[in-house]
């Protein structure tokens, strides 16, 4: 449970997307199989990160990577909430030169996906380079009380976490108001955003005191 000692381990995948069974890193019998790890991996990487190694391999191996070219690769991606890959962001194997070739497109939805429908026509490499931990879009918002000078301001409205993964850590969050002279005020809000979490959409009410020395508008 959250609060274990044992809720703090991860996992470090060092041959990722290399082989079906990611070079050993997935095994049988006494080892967890990819299918039962990635099952562990949707219920107890939600606070720890999980990631790794981008694996090193030839052309032919990369060839008959049935899960590279699996339509499941991206709900595998949401279910262990995959955070950080290490030689991603280059050209430097068959693996990144794999993905850059592979086109993101409808044919990997599945039930519970974010809408993610913008990178439709990407790479599957910038589909997940954009995607690795937390990625939070604003859905809608809306002014919902508006008020004079020393009261207080409303806004409601909806976060998408569309990453594969959580923000691990609290942090502050602030909004700043800009008034049309430039006037910023900055104000801390009471929100979480470590509960925003991945492919769910969460509803937000903010109420702010609007500072005495706030420019109209």
């Given at each position: 449970k959250y609060g274990d000692k044992g809720y703090r381990v991860g996992m470090w995948n060092d041959g990722y997307l290399g082989t079906d069974s990611d070079y050993g890193s997935w095994g049988s019998g006494s080892s967890p199989s990819r299918t039962n790890g990635v099952k562990?991996?949707?219920?107890?990487?939600?606070?720890v990160p999980y990631g790794g190694e981008l694996a090193y391999c030839d052309a032919a191996t990369v060839a008959?990577?049935?899960?590279?070219?699996?339509t499941d690769l991206v709900k595998e991606l949401y279910d262990t909430h995959l955070n950080y890959?290490?030689?991603i962001a280059g050209d430097?194997?068959?693996?990144?030169?794999?993905?850059?070739?592979?086109?993101?497109?409808a044919s990997y939805?599945?039930?519970?996906?974010?809408?993610?429908?913008?990178?439709?026509?990407?790479?599957?490499?910038?589909?997940m380079l954009d995607h690795m931990g937390y990625r939070?879009?604003?859905?809608?918002?809306?002014?919902t009380k508006t008020s004079n000078r020393g009261d207080t301001v409303s806004f409601s409205g909806r976060i998408e976490n569309v990453g594969f993964g959580n923000l691990m850590v609290n942090t502050v969050n602030e909004i700043i108001v800009v008034?049309?002279?430039?006037?910023?005020?900055?104000?801390?809000?009471?929100?979480d955003p470590t509960e925003w979490?991945?492919?769910k959409t969460t509803s937000f009410n903010i109420t702010l005191s609007v500072p005495q020395t706030s420019a109209q508008g």
């Open positions: 562990i991996l949707k219920e107890h990487a939600l606070r008959k990577c049935n899960i590279i070219h699996s890959l290490h030689n430097g194997n068959d693996v990144t030169k794999e993905l850059k070739k592979i086109t993101f497109n939805y599945y039930d519970g996906l974010p809408d993610v429908s913008a990178y439709y026509g990407q790479t599957m490499q910038k589909f939070f879009v604003l859905r809608k918002s809306e002014n008034a049309p002279d430039g006037t910023k005020s900055v104000v801390k809000t009471l929100l979490m991945t492919a």
